[in-house]
């Protein structure tokens, strides 16, 4: 977005509608998403205190609501695990990774990464839905989440270059560069650094999960970075 900057980062809350596009092929899936940008310090000057005790407080939640068992009949991991299978991925192998999130917390297991990433791992685990947190200094918009063509190239944070499937949903910003496959999996080229100074906070939604979830869970994301300092712009977009 060019906007690596706090001030740059801030304007364009103005122009939020259109920083995230789904296109046809994937709209026919049923992909929702709901997105908004957060601000402030670089994330390795932050504080990561204010979130322990929300991770407390999410583990108990959790531990109260479900159990490695019963999880997977909570009707939203359901949905998740639908979609799933609909674009040819065993969810039994390769989790959801808010469902992944909740069986990490189930077991105490509970990941640490840093700031701003732990404060998304939160609101997605309290509800249930993939986030993508995204340096909005590393990207060019929009966003367009739609099919692959087959052969681009993707950097998957932790792993090696892969070149994608055709029909494979992704998130490709306008210099061709693949953010995210949808919904699962990022890339190393856009996501969060120590420098990292503004972000695109995006909740990725399936058929059978609200829109009204989408919207609490980037909410969430924003109070919490709150706390750590940050700032976020007061509307939320849909695509």
């Known amino acids: 977005m060019g906007c690596c900057g706090v001030a740059s980062c801030e304007e ?3 122009e939020l509608k259109g920083i995230v596009v789904v296109e046809e092929p994937a709209r026919g899936l049923g992909i929702r998403v709901a997105y908004s940008l957060a601000w402030g310090k ?12 929300e991770e407390e407080r999410l583990l108990e939640e959790l531990k109260s ?16 695990r639908d979609f799933y299978w609909r674009i040819g991925i065993d969810p039994t192998k390769t989790r959801p990774s808010s469902e992944a999130l909740v069986r990490r917390a189930l077991r105490g297991r509970w990941p640490r990464i840093n700031p701003v990433v732990d404060a998304g791992n939160i609101a997605s685990a309290r509800y249930m839905v993939p986030i993508g947190l995204y340096d909005a200094g590393q990207f060019q918009p929009p966003a ?20 994608l499937e055709k029909g494979t949903p992704i998130m490709i910003d306008s210099r061709d560069v693949v953010m995210h496959l949808y919904p699962h999996r990022d890339s190393r ?12 906070i995006l ?3 399936v058929p059978g999960v609200e829109q009204t979830r989408l919207e609490a869970a980037v909410r969430e994301v924003q109070r919490l970075l709150g706390l750590l300092g940050w700032q976020s712009c007061s509307e939320l977009e849909h695509a």
Not at 65 to 79: G, K
Not at 189 to 200: A, H, K, Q, S
């Open 12 to 14: 364009f809350c103005r």
């Open 42 to 53: 670089p994330v390795s000057e932050l504080d990561p205190g204010p979130l322990r005790a």
């Open 65 to 80: 609501r479900y159990s490695l068992e019963t999880l997977r009949n909570d009707p939203v991991v359901r949905a998740y």
């Open 144 to 163: 367009r989440i739609t099919l692959a063509q087959g052969g681009e190239e993707f950097h998957p944070i932790g792993g090696d270059p892969e070149r």
């Open 189 to 200: 080229e856009t996501m969060i650094r120590p420098e990292t100074r503004c972000i695109l």
């Open 203 to 205: 909740a990725a939604g």
